[in-house]
C-alpha cells in the first residue's frame, strides 16, 4: 500500500521504515529540512537501536522516501499518518497547532475526489478527530475532497520501537467509516495481534488511558518506596512479590527518581487537562503528578542530609542524561532536572551518557560540567557518582576498580541499577531509593 508519514521523528520515522520493510511504498515527510537531509544520506537524526541500518536497506530497495515536499507526499499516501508533535502548551494542555497545520497541508495538498485516509497517530485528546477533519476541509478549500479521519494512537517505547512495532501487544484503530477501518486492519492483520476496532473518541482516550496508568504504576512504586525508608523494608522485593502476581505484572515497578520523557508527563497532564475541562477533578491524576514531581527531591534530600545545600568546591559524577535507557532523548528528562539542581547548589560535575550527550549538551551547555568520553572516567577523583537513567551499561562497570578512582567512595542511585550489598563490601556509602533494608 502507498502510505505517507507526516512528521520524521521518533515514531514517524521509525513507523514509516519498519512499513517499509513489511513491503509498503512508504514516503516520510518533515518540514524540518535538515532532519531530512540527514535521513536521505542515511545519518538517522535520533538514536534508535537498529534504525540506521533498517533505514538505509529500506531506501536502497526504494521503499522509503524522506521528503519535505508536501504536495508529492500527500498525493502519494493512500494513508496517511500524522505523527507531529503534541508537547504540553503553558497552561499543561496538548499545544495541537502542529497537528492542525499537518492536517491543513493535507488537505491542501489532498487531490479532488480521491479516496485518502487520514490518521493521528500522534497523542491527541479525545475528540480532537473533529478538529483534524475540520482542518483539512479548511486545507482543501472550494476543492471536493474524499477522506475518512481515524485514530491510530501509537505505543512504540523509544529504545526498542522497532521491536516494538514488530511484537505490538495490540493495534487500537479507531473511526466511524467501515471501508476506513477495514483498510487500516489489512495493514496490521500480519501482525498477529490483537487488533481493538473502535470509534474515534474511545481510541484517543485508550492512549492516555495506557500511558495515565503506566504513570499510576510508578508513582504507586515510587510512593512504597518512600515507606520503605521509612521501614527496613527493600522495594526491589516488595515490587518483586506484588509483580509475580499476573493481575499486577512486574513491568513500570522499578522505584527511581521518577518518570520523565516525551510522553508520560504531558499525556498524564493533558488527560487531566481534559478531565477538568468536562468539570471532572481527576483526583488520582493529581496524586500521580505530585508524587512524581516529589521524588526527585526526596531522593536529593539525601545529599543535602549528607552535604548540606551548599555543594560549592564538590566534583561528582553522573551516570544518565537521557530520560530512560537506550534512547537519546531527553525531553522532560528526570536526571537533567536534577544535574540542574545539583549544579543550582554550587556542584561541578562530569557527565556520562551513552546516548545523550549531544541533546545534554544542548539543554545543559559547559556550565560547571565537563562532558566524559567513557562512563568509568566520571568516578576520576570525585567527591560521589550520581546514577540518574537506567542503562544496563552501568551496572556492568568493573565496580572494585572503578570505586578507587573516587576520591570519596559514595554513590547515589536513583534508579536502584546496583546491589547494595555489593556496595558495602566494596567500602561504598550507597544510597539506593526505598533500599533501607540492606
Ligand atoms: P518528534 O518531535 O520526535 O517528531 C515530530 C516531528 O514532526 C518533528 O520532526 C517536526 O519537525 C515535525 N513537524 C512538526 N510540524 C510539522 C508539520 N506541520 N508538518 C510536517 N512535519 C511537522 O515527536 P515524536 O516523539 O515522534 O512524537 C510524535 C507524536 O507521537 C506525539 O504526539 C507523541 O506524544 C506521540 N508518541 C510518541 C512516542 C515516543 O516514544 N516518542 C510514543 C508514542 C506516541
Redesign the pocket.
Known amino acids: 500500500m502507498k502510505l505517507t508519514f507526516?512528521?520524521?521523528?521518533?515514531?514517524?520515522?521509525?513507523s514509516g521504515a519498519v512499513c517499509a520493510d513489511w513491503g509498503h511504498d512508504v514516503v516520510c515527510?518533515?518540514?524540518?529540512e535538515k532532519?531530512i537531509d540527514k535521513v536521505k544520506k542515511g545519518v538517522m537524526?535520533?538514536y534508535e537501536e537498529g534504525l540506521e541500518e533498517l533505514v538505509n536497506r529500506v531506501m536502497k530497495e526504494g521503499n522509503f522516501k524522506p521528503t519535505t515536499d508536501?504536495k508529492m507526499a500527500v498525493e502519494h499516501g493512500e494513508v496517511i499518518f500524522i505523527?507531529?508533535?503534541?508537547?504540553s502548551n503553558q497552561a499543561g494542555a496538548?499545544d495541537l497547532s502542529?497537528?492542525f497545520?499537518?492536517a491543513e497541508?493535507i488537505g491542501k495538498y489532498m487531490p479532488v475526489n480521491d479516496y485518502r485516509v487520514v490518521v493521528t497517530?500522534?497523542?491527541?485528546p479525545v475528540g480532537t478527530h473533529d478538529r483534524v477533519r475540520s482542518s483539512v476541509l479548511k486545507g482543501a478549500g472550494n476543492k471536493k475532497v474524499d477522506f475518512d479521519v481515524v485514530s491510530n494512537?501509537?505505543?512504540?517505547?523509544?529504545g526498542t520501537?522497532i521491536f516494538d512495532m514488530n511484537n505490538t501487544d495490540r493495534i487500537v484503530i479507531g473511526s466511524s467509516s467501515k471501508r476506513a477501518l477495514d483498510i487500516m486492519q489489512s495493514l496490521f492483520e500480519h501482525l498477529n495481534t490483537e487488533i481493538v476496532r473502535t470509534d474515534l473518541a474511545s481510541a484517543e482516550l485508550i492512549?492516555y488511558a495506557a500511558n495515565a496508568f503506566l504513570a499510576t504504576k510508578i508513582s504507586f512504586i515510587n510512593e512504597m518506596s518512600q515507606i520503605c525508608e521509612r521501614t527496613s523494608a527493600d522495594v526491589k522485593s516488595v515490587a518483586q512479590g506484588m509483580g509475580l502476581d499476573t493481575r499486577i505484572g512486574m513491568k513500570f515497578l522499578n522505584a527511581g527518581i521518577g518518570y520523565g520523557?516525551?510522553?508520560f508527563p504531558?499525556?498524564v497532564e493533558a488527560l487531566y487537562r481534559t478531565s477538568s475541562e468536562k468539570m471532572f477533578d481527576f483526583r488520582l491524576l493529581r496524586g500521580v503528578m505530585d508524587a512524581n514531581d516529589r521524588q526527585k527531591h526526596y531522593f536529593l534530600e539525601k545529599v543535602w542530609a549528607k552535604y548540606g545545600r551548599n555543594l560549592t568546591n564538590m566534583t561528582f559524577g553522573v551516570l544518565g542524561a537521557a530520560f530512560k535507557n537506550d534512547t537519546d532523548?531527553t525531553?522532560k528528562s528526570v536526571a537533567i532536572e536534577v544535574i540542574k539542581i545539583l549544579r543550582g547548589a554550587g556542584a561541578n560535575m562530569k557527565l556520562f551518557d551513552p546516548a545523550a550527550m549531544e541533546n545534554a549538551k544542548n539543554d545543559l551547555g559547559e556550565d560547571s560540567l565537563t562532558y566524559e568520553n567513557n562512563g568509568e572516567d566520571v568516578f576520576n577523583d570525585v567527591d560521589g557518582v550520581f546514577i540518574l537513567t537506567e542503562w544496563q551499561e552501568f551496572a556492568n562497570y568493573e565496580y572494585p576498580t572503578v570505586v578507587k578512582k573516587m576520591k570519596s567512595k559514595v554513590i547515589f542511585d536513583g534508579r536502584n541499577l546496583l546491589d547494595p550489598d555489593q556496595m558495602k563490601k566494596l567500602g561504598i556509602e550507597y544510597f539506593g531509593v526505598g533500599r533501607n533494608g540492606h
Open positions: 507526516i512528521g520524521t521523528g521518533y515514531v514517524g520515522l521509525v515527510l518533515d518540514i524540518d532532519k537524526p535520533i508536501y505523527c507531529v508533535g503534541t508537547p496538548a502542529y497537528v497545520s499537518a497541508s497517530k500522534s497523542t491527541v494512537p501509537e505505543f512504540l517505547r523509544e520501537s492512549k520523557g516525551s510522553c504531558k499525556d532523548d525531553r
